[in-house]
C-alpha cells in the first residue's frame, strides 16, 4: 500500500530523481567530487535539500545511483541501436567478433565527452577513498566484468578457449589496457587498439588460434 | 662555475632537497594533493617557503621530482638486494623467468605501504588533470615501459616472441592488469596473480608456447 504515489506524484518522483542524478553527475564534472554537496546538488536540480535527504543517506549514494541510472540509460540507448553494449556479451559462437564489438563499445563509451568528467572524478575518488572505490566495484564493475567470465566459459564449454585458461584473470587481459589507457592517457583508445587487444589476448587463450 | 656549492654547502642542498621530497610526498599522501600547497611542505621540510621558489616552479614539480627520487631510491634498494626490479629487466634468454621476476617487483612496489597514498594521490590527481597526467607519463610511467619494449623487441629478435606482436600492446596486456587490479582494488595484488598474468600473456606471443 503507497496511498501517497498516484501515477502523477511517481512520476514526478521519477522526474525529481533523474534531475538530481543529472546534477550530481553534472556538478562532479564541473567542480569535483570533494566539491559536490548535497545542497548543490539540490541547487540544481532545483529540489529541496530535504528531498535529497530522504532518499539517500549520503552524496556518495546519489553519484553511484545517477551512474546506475546513467549505465542503464547508455545500455537502452545501445539495446535500441540493435548491439549489446557492456551490458550482455553476444554468444554468436565466433568469440574474437563477439569481444571486439564489445571492446569497441567500451572505446565508445569511454570516449564519450558527456560521462568522461564524472566517470573520471568517480574513478579518481575511488582510488583515494577504499569505501567508495568499494562501492564502485562492487555496483558497477563487478556486474560488467561478471559478463565476461558467463562469455569465457561459455566459450570453454564449446572447445573455443583452453580449459587450464581462467576466466577472471583471462577477462583483465582484455579489459585492463582500455582501462589504463584511457585513466593514463598514454596513447589514443581507438577501435583499433580493442581489435589488437582481443587480438593479442585470444591467440593465449584459444585451442586452436 | 658555481662560487658558492661548496662540497659542503652541496650536501646541505641535497639534504634539502630529500627533506623538501619527503615532506611532499607524506603531505600528499595525509591531505590529498589538492590540499597540498608549498607553505605546507616547506614547514614540514623546515625551510622557507623562498628556498623552494628558488628550486621549482609549481608544486607540481616538487612532486613529480619528489617520485622521480623515490623511484631512483626504491631501484636503488632493488639493485642492492641483487635483483633489477622496474629499472631495467633482465634478459637471461628466459623471457617468462624474466618477466615474472620483474612483475612480481612490481606487485611488491605497488603494495608498498610507505609509496600506496602518495603514489594513488598522484595517480588520482593525474585522471583529473590532464596537463599532470601527462607529466606523471612522460616522466614516470613511459621510461619504465619503454624497458618492455627494449624486452620484448630482443625476445622476437632472439626468435622467442611472433615476428606480428606489436612490443607496446604487449606490454600492456603485461602491465594494466596489475595497475588496474592495484588503482580499483578489484582482487588481492600477488606474486601469484602476477605468474598467471605472465603466463596467459606469454601464450599468446610466443612462437612455441
Do not use: C
Amino acid at each position: 500500500m503507497a496511498p501517497h504515489r498516484t501515477p502523477d506524484s511517481s512520476r514526478r518522483s521519477d522526474r525529481s530523481r533523474r534531475a538530481i542524478h543529472d546534477a550530481a553527475l553534472a556538478l562532479v564534472g564541473e567542480v569535483g567530487y570533494a566539491r559536490t554537496t548535497i545542497e548543490g546538488i539540490a541547487a540544481r536540480a532545483g529540489v529541496g535539500k530535504q528531498t535529497i535527504y530522504r532518499w539517500w543517506p549520503s552524496k556518495a549514494a546519489v553519484l553511484m545511483d545517477a551512474f546506475l541510472d546513467l549505465s542503464a540509460r547508455q545500455a537502452a540507448e545501445v539495446d535500441a541501436a540493435g548491439a549489446d553494449g557492456d551490458y550482455g556479451i553476444p554468444d554468436t559462437g565466433d568469440l574474437e567478433a563477439d569481444l571486439k564489438l564489445v571492446l569497441r563499445a567500451t572505446v565508445d563509451e569511454l570516449n564519450d565527452p558527456a560521462a568522461e568528467a564524472p566517470t573520471r572524478a568517480l574513478a579518481a575518488e575511488g582510488i583515494i577513498d577504499p569505501a567508495l572505490g568499494a562501492q564502485f566495484v562492487e555496483n558497477l564493475l563487478d556486474p560488467q566484468l561478471q559478463l565476461y567470465v558467463t562469455r569465457l566459459r561459455a566459450a570453454q564449454e564449446a572447445g573455443e578457449v583452453r580449459a587450464d585458461v581462467d576466466p577472471r584473470v583471462a577477462l583483465e587481459l582484455l579489459i585492463a589496457p582500455l582501462t589504463h589507457r584511457w585513466l593514463l592517457r598514454t596513447l589514443p583508445l581507438t577501435h583499433a587498439y580493442a581489435d589488437a587487444v582481443v587480438d593479442h589476448a585470444l591467440r593465449g587463450l584459444l585451442v586452436r588460434p
